[in-house]
């Protein structure tokens, strides 16, 4: 047993000797957002109420809420994990991250506030022809949020392993259940209000826990942050290169493309995000909306900020070989970090260790309930009343539905996270906002503000930007072919970037042109009028 | 916390007819109103990718200038990278302020004579 193997064994000792207090502070945050859930679940009457939490949220609770929805396991596990074995490259996740909003600020937040009502569905298809765009808009958005929901599941699997040392499939596949047992209950008894209220508590509780690691390990290094880049670039046995981008992406000319298809996926990716969008909704109006994506900034902005800490933390303090056996994608760096940051023998440090992890654990059912709730609703509220029921169904029905839809996704994403387990969390997300850039994206602009958009365009753009995404995704090494894929015996993989965004985010965008250019019906002009008065100005916004 | 407006009030607003929205996309005033959104939004959006699209170019194929040191370990990629936060910061400010001065009075004149009927 190398020493590696044995520090991660001490972690797992550790933690099992505390694991009294481990399960206790889980308990306490499940048993509370299950209080919150019965509370709002109390309080959901309507299908406004169900979707869009009765759109009585203020805009620094909705902005706390995005935040809680948006900084996945992916920000917290993955990026921390991929700047400590990466070192810099880990850090444009930060970047793209939070740049990303800038798009949703400014194109999209506002008009479809004024827009919608429910779903993304609803302002895709407003000059559309309802049944086949609706149809579209509701299978790329299940799709988005099923690959983010994977990533959300493969950190879940990870904690659990660090923490309670199971490494068994058994076990493993046991906590995925539970978290999709959780995400069930959150969505179909809370709906909307209660997963905001959800998300507003571990925003809460990750901010928190961000800023006592970032404070302790600033502490340790006498807040020079220089001197903790220093000594993190020399721990991790790669010299001033840790500090320079290129370690993950430099080697080769293929690497450094996936570099750029990685990052133009991020900046793009956040205004096409379903669970993101529906989030809007549950404000008063297209100003409040624009204060919550403002405030999200601010928050979200300060957490990726700490992410430098945390990363460069773990690599300073932590060998690269603990790290990577711990996780061969880093996945369990924070966690780890707050164990050493708090002595590795001492209880200090286990109690760290746990808290840290139960925020993790906060962070990851958060998201899913955000998740579970955006494809929930899309599946009834676009698929079943508009293409199925062809808007004949009642609001009575249309909840039954979502909630018969909770039930379906969450044992769906419950099969599908055990294979994902071993991939870093941050590159998986990165997938899913791939998907959302591509399909999701270039229709929502194109929408809003091209006066000649036709169904045709819409659903070649959604079709177009989907499949080319999730094909070459398929077909790339994070699938097969690869020691770390999915399935790393097989390989058929041909496409070499493990990103796809370079390819399929401007062919979404050229097949909604393409298909709207060679349409033969002529684009509904006054459905347009109404939609883009109605976007800019919010005149008749539900 | 509380927002500047009052809740939505659970009746519907008067939707106003296809005719009438089709008359006010035409008007002068919504014009301007379009107008003074796209003009700051969609520079503004073009601007930012391609600030972007830079620091991640020089990422990629300016190695020796991103890893240039400043001073102590901070290098040239560490304070790119904290300038896109600063101008994400900056960027979210300004165009809040513009709608806040630019677009709310606009937009809210409009919806107001819309819903009111006339």
């Not at chain 1, 902005?63 to 074995?85: K, R, T, W």
């Not at chain 2, 194929?61 to 400043?70: P, Q």
């Given at each position: 047993?190398?020493?590696?193997?044995?520090?991660?064994?001490?972690?797992?000792?550790?933690?099992s000797?505390?694991?009294?207090?481990?399960?206790?502070?889980?308990?306490?945050?499940?048993?509370?957002?299950?209080?919150?859930?019965?509370?709002?679940?109390?309080?959901?009457?309507d299908?406004?109420?169900?979707?869009?939490?009765?759109?009585?949220?203020?805009?620094?609770?909705?902005?706390?809420?995005?935040s809680?929805?948006?900084?996945s396991?992916?920000?917290?596990l993955?990026?921390?994990?991929?700047?400590?074995?990466?070192?810099?490259?880990?850090?444009?996740?930060?970047?793209?991250?939070?740049v990303?909003?800038?798009?949703?600020?400014?194109l999209?937040?506002?008009?479809?506030?004024?827009?919608?009502?429910?779903?993304?569905?609803?302002?895709?298809?407003?000059?559309?022809?309802?049944?086949?765009v609706?149809?579209?808009?509701?299978?790329?958005?299940?799709?988005?949020?099923?690959?983010?929901?994977?990533?959300?599941?493969?950190?879940?699997?990870?904690?659990?392993?660090?923490?309670l040392?199971?490494?068994?499939?058994?076990?493993?596949?046991?906590?995925?259940?539970?978290?999709?047992?959780?995400?069930?209950?959150?969505?179909?008894?809370?709906?909307?209000?209660?997963?905001?209220?959800?998300?507003m508590?571990?925003?809460?509780?990750?901010?928190?826990?961000?800023?006592?690691?970032?404070?302790?390990?600033?502490?340790?290094?006498?807040?020079?942050?220089?001197?903790?880049?220093?000594?993190?670039?020399?721990?991790?046995?790669?010299?001033?290169?840790?500090?320079?981008?290129g370690?993950?992406?430099?080697?080769?000319?293929?690497?450094?493309?996936?570099?750029?298809?990685?990052?133009?996926?991020?900046?793009l990716?956040?205004?096409?995000?379903?669970?993101?969008?529906?989030?809007?909704?549950?404000?008063?109006?297209?100003?409040?909306?624009r204060?919550?994506?403002?405030?999200?900034?601010?928050?979200?902005?300060?957490?990726?900020?700490?992410?430098?800490?945390?990363?460069?933390g773990?690599?300073?303090?932590?060998?690269?070989?603990?790290?990577?056996?711990?996780?061969?994608?880093?996945?369990?760096?924070?966690?780890?970090?707050?164990?050493?940051?708090?002595?590795?023998?001492?209880?200090?440090?286990a109690?760290?260790?746990?808290?840290?992890?139960?925020?993790?654990?906060?962070?990851?059912?958060?998201?899913?309930?955000?998740?579970?709730?955006?494809?929930?609703?899309?599946?009834?509220?676009?698929?079943?009343?508009?293409?199925i029921?062809?808007?004949?169904?009642?609001?009575?029905?249309?909840?039954?539905?979502?909630?018969?839809?909770?039930?379906?996704?969450?044992?769906?994403?419950?099969?599908?996270?055990?294979?994902?387990?071993?991939?870093?969390?941050?590159?998986?997300?990165?997938?899913?906002?791939?998907?959302?850039?591509?399909?999701?994206?270039?229709?929502?602009?194109?929408?809003?503000?091209?006066?000649?958009?036709?169904?045709?365009?819409?659903?070649?753009?959604?079709y177009?930007?989907?499949?080319?995404?999730v094909?070459?995704?398929?077909?790339?090494?994070?699938?097969?072919?690869?020691?770390?894929?999915?399935?790393?015996?097989?390989?058929?993989?041909?496409?070499?970037?493990?990103?796809?965004?370079?390819?399929?985010?401007?062919?979404?965008?050229?097949?909604?042109?393409?298909?709207?250019?060679?349409?033969?019906?002529?684009?509904?002009?006054?459905?347009?009028?109404?939609?883009?008065?109605?976007?800019?100005?919010?005149?008749?916004?539900? | 916390?509380?927002?500047?407006?009052?809740?939505?009030?659970?009746?519907?607003?008067?939707?106003?007819?296809?005719?009438?929205?089709?008359?006010?996309q035409?008007?002068?005033?919504?014009?301007?109103?379009?107008?003074?959104?796209?003009?700051?939004?969609?520079?503004l959006?073009?601007?930012?990718?391609?600030?972007y699209?830079?620091?991640?170019?020089?990422?990629?194929?300016?190695?020796?200038?991103?890893?240039?040191?400043?001073?102590?370990?901070?290098?040239?990629?560490?304070?790119?990278?904290l300038?896109?936060?600063?101008?994400?910061?900056?960027?979210?400010?300004?165009?809040?302020?513009?709608?806040?001065?630019?677009?709310?009075?606009?937009?809210?004149?409009?919806?107001?004579?819309?819903?009111?009927?006339?």
């Amino acid at each position: 047993m190398n020493l590696a193997t044995t520090a991660t064994t001490l972690a797992a000792n550790e933690a099992s000797q505390h694991r009294p207090l481990i399960i206790s502070l889980f308990a306490v945050f499940v048993v509370a957002t299950l209080g919150i859930t019965v509370w709002a679940g109390r309080q959901t009457k309507d299908a406004a109420d169900f979707y869009a939490g009765g759109r009585q949220f203020s805009a620094f609770q909705n902005g706390l809420a995005v935040s809680g929805d948006y900084m996945s396991a992916a920000s917290f596990l993955g990026i921390a994990g991929a700047i400590a074995i990466f070192g810099y490259d880990g850090f444009l996740y930060s970047i793209g991250f939070l740049v990303a909003w800038l798009v949703a600020l400014l194109l999209v937040a506002e008009p479809l506030r004024n827009s919608g009502r429910y779903t993304m569905g609803d302002v895709l298809a407003y000059r559309m022809r309802q049944r086949p765009v609706r149809t579209a808009a509701g299978t790329s958005t299940i799709v988005v949020s099923i690959f983010y929901l994977l990533a959300q599941m493969a950190g879940a699997g990870v904690l659990v392993s660090l923490l309670l040392g199971i490494t068994s499939d058994a076990g493993k596949i046991l906590i995925v259940a539970l978290v999709g047992v959780l995400m069930i209950v959150y969505v179909s008894i809370g709906g909307m209000k209660g997963t905001t209220w959800v998300q507003m508590v571990k925003a809460v509780l990750l901010i928190g826990g961000t800023l006592l690691i970032t404070f302790l390990v600033l502490l340790k290094f006498d807040f020079n942050i220089s001197d903790l880049l220093g000594t993190a670039a020399e721990n991790s046995g790669k010299g001033a290169a840790f500090l320079e981008p290129g370690l993950q992406y430099g080697a080769t000319g293929t690497s450094k493309l996936d570099f750029i298809s990685l990052g133009i996926a991020l900046v793009l990716g956040t205004a096409g995000l379903p669970h993101i969008l529906i989030r809007f909704y549950t404000v008063p109006n297209a100003k409040a909306a624009r204060k919550s994506v403002n405030w999200a900034i601010g928050i979200i902005g300060a957490f990726y900020l700490m992410t430098i800490a945390l990363g460069f933390g773990a690599a300073a303090l932590i060998s690269q070989k603990e790290i990577i056996e711990s996780n061969p994608s880093g996945n369990t760096a924070a966690p780890l970090l707050a164990l050493h940051i708090g002595g590795v023998d001492s209880a200090w440090g286990a109690i760290l260790l746990a808290t840290i992890s139960a925020v993790a654990f906060a962070t990851i059912l958060a998201v899913v309930a955000g998740l579970t709730l955006a494809s929930s609703s899309s599946f009834a509220h676009d698929i079943y009343a508009n293409v199925i029921r062809r808007g004949q169904a009642t609001e009575k029905e249309e909840m039954r539905a979502a909630r018969w839809a909770t039930v379906f996704i969450g044992v769906v994403s419950i099969a599908l996270g055990a294979l994902a387990r071993d991939l870093n969390v941050a590159g998986l997300v990165a997938l899913a906002f791939a998907v959302a850039a591509s399909a999701n994206l270039p229709t929502i602009l194109y929408s809003l503000f091209w006066k000649r958009f036709t169904t045709q365009g819409a659903l070649w753009s959604i079709y177009g930007g989907l499949i080319v995404a999730v094909g070459l995704v398929l077909f790339s090494p994070v699938v097969s072919g690869d020691p770390k894929a999915m399935f790393p015996d097989v390989d058929f993989a041909w496409f070499p970037l493990k990103n796809p965004g370079i390819i399929s985010i401007p062919f979404g965008f050229l097949m909604g042109w393409l298909g709207t250019t060679l349409s033969k019906e002529e684009p509904d002009t006054g459905k347009y009028a109404e939609l883009e008065v109605r976007s800019l100005t919010g005149t008749g916004a539900h | 916390m509380a927002t500047d407006a009052p809740p939505p009030s659970k009746e519907q607003h008067r939707l106003p007819s296809t005719e009438e929205f089709a008359e006010v996309q035409q008007s002068a005033e919504f014009g301007e109103l379009r107008r003074s959104f796209r003009s700051f939004a969609f520079p503004l959006t073009i601007a930012f990718v391609a600030w972007y699209l830079l620091y991640v170019l020089l990422s990629n194929y300016a190695g020796d200038f991103m890893g240039a040191r400043l001073f102590g370990n901070i290098n040239v990629a560490l304070v790119l990278g904290l300038a896109q936060f600063v101008t994400t910061f900056l960027i979210a400010w300004w165009y809040s302020r513009h709608a806040a001065a630019k677009l709310d009075p606009k937009a809210e004149a409009i919806k107001t004579r819309m819903e009111g009927g006339a």
